[in-house]
């Protein structure tokens, strides 16, 4: 009776193997994605190296290049009340267009599934952008009194000499994406993808279009 148990064990055993190697022939582990960014507005590239924990699970490290423009804005930056004057005090601030440029530096979860046919995807993820330009945007403050709108004062110089800006920054952002993958052979697929980030925690969502090439590694 023993004999027949362990037989029967040893069986399911090497069959559950059999099973897992038939399945794994077909199931590569890594893969390595180049990509091109179209951030709205801005533009970049990114590198990342993907591992399939499972069919329906990837983990994915990623950095590149990336920009962001920003346009000239202005803002009322300070307003107090003068006695003598009998008036308000205004200091309005007038920022000038920059790119913003940054290297983000960042690590995903990715749930594949497919929707008729489709090899699609959404993800997850979270990292550090690591700003080198912050604080070289041209910025104008004028100080005048609101109601005779005599100016009292102005000031003009780069955001870092006027705020007491660092030129260099980091920031914690994340974000939602999503994407299908084309089949091209069967080591290739084109990767077109969308998502929604946020390069700092109080920051504005930004929209990303990307498109790039996934490469298995057998």
């Known amino acids: 009776m023993k004999k027949f148990v362990l037989i029967i064990v040893f069986y399911s055993i090497t069959t559950v193997f059999a099973q897992n190697d038939t399945v794994n022939s077909s199931f590569y582990k890594f893969f390595i994605t180049p990509s091109f960014k179209y951030n709205l507005p801005g533009a970049g590239f990114k590198l990342s190296v993907g591992y ?8 994915i490290l990623s950095s590149g290049y990336m920009t962001l423009f920003r346009n000239s ?11 003598i004057a009998k008036d308000y005090l205004e200091t309005t601030s007038y920022h000038g267009d920059y790119t913003r440029q940054f290297i983000p530096v960042d690590l995903s979860l990715r749930y594949n599934f497919e929707v008729w046919g489709v090899q699609s995807y959404v993800s997850y993820q979270a ?4 700003f080198f330009n912050e604080g070289t945007y041209n910025v104008t403050l004028v100080t005048k009194y609101k109601n005779s709108n005599q100016i009292t004062n102005t000031k003009s110089g780069k955001a870092a000499d006027i705020y007491n800006y660092s030129k260099t920054n980091s920031s914690f952002g994340d974000g939602l994406g999503f994407g299908v993958l084309v089949p091209l052979t069967d080591i290739m697929k084109i990767d077109f993808s969308c998502s929604f980030l946020r390069l700092s925690t109080s920051g504005p969502i930004v929209l990303s279009l990307g ?3 996934n490469f298995v590694i057998k």
């Open 211 to 213: 498109a790039g090439l």
């Open 52 to 59: 399939n924990i499972m069919n329906d699970f990837s983990i």
């Open 127 to 130: 990292g550090w952008n690591y």
């Open 73 to 83: 804005h202005s803002g009322l930056q300070e307003s107090r009340w003068d006695d």
